[in-house]
Structures are given as structure tokens and as C-alpha cells.
């Protein structure tokens, strides 16, 4: 059954055309990669922010959201809760207006922050079952 949270969280992702992937990673078995990958082959626009890479899979990775060079309609956040704690007031600060939080790597505090804050969060639903929901291409993971 599709709740009206997952509903609006497929509306959120079918709208959108630029996404940021905070924890993006050049491994390949990590769903850093498997996300950014997903995003890539959907058609998104996909910008891979970690500060420990220049590139990942052929795209140029920036060091913080601040550095973006265009602001994007979601954040997701593959990371552990005390940074997506931190994405959460950087997004807050940038107007940064859509936060999804994969699992794993929010709590109730840090999601009641960003709402707080005003930010439209999407949290505990896996980014990558959702856009198969949307039926985009399977890549292999």
C-alpha cells in the first residue's frame, strides 16, 4: 500500500531535476555510488558532494553544498546522522528546500530539526526502491 508519505516523497522526486548526493563515493559497492549511479541513469542532473574527492564516476565532486555551483531541489544524505545533522543547517542557511534522509542516516531529533527549520524531509525511504516506484531504469545493484 502507498502512504501519502511515500506518495508525496514520488511527487517530490518525480518534479525534481537536480539532485545533490552528500556522501557520494567512488565505491562502487557502497550506495553512495549506487545512488549517484541510480540518479545518473533516471536522467537526473547529479551533484556529488565529498570532501574527500575530486571526481566520482566521471563527474566533478564538490567539497560542501555551499561550493554547488546551481542550487539543488533535493539533498540526500548517505552519511551517518551527526553529519546529515550538520546538512540539515546547510541547507537551512543555502534555502535549500527538499532534505532526503536515506536510512540510516537520520534520527527523530535531526528530522523534527530540519522541519523546524522549514525543510520538506523524506526520511527512512530508500531513494533507490523509490525510483524504481517510478518506474526508471534498474541499474544493477
Not at 536522467?43 to 575530486?54: I, M, R, T
Not at 540510516?104 to 525543510?119: H, K, P
Request: hydrophobic share 45%.
Amino acid at each position: 500500500m502507498v502512504t501519502p508519505e511515500i506518495r508525496e516523497a514520488l511527487e517530490i522526486l518525480k518534479k525534481a531535476r537536480t539532485l545533490a548526493v552528500v556522501g557520494a563515493t567512488p565505491h562502487q559497492e557502497k550506495y553512495g555510488y549506487k545512488i549517484l549511479e541510480a540518479l545518473q541513469a533516471a536522467g537526473y542532473q547529479v551533484l556529488p558532494v565529498n570532501p574527500k574527492y575530486d571526481a566520482i564516476a566521471g563527474v566533478t565532486c564538490f567539497p560542501s553544498l555551499q561550493a554547488l555551483p546551481l542550487k539543488p531541489e533535493i539533498v540526500v544524505t548517505v552519511v551517518p546522522p551527526e553529519v546529515t545533522a550538520r546538512i540539515v543547517d546547510e541547507c537551512s542557511q543555502l534555502g535549500l528546500p527538499v532534505i532526503w534522509m536515506q536510512p540510516g542516516s537520520w534520527s527523530e531529533e535531526i528530522v523534527a530539526r530540519a522541519r523546524d527549520y522549514g525543510l520538506k524531509v523524506v526520511h527512512d525511504l530508500c531513494l533507490l526502491f523509490s525510483l524504481k516506484n517510478l518506474n526508471f531504469p534498474d541499474p544493477s545493484f
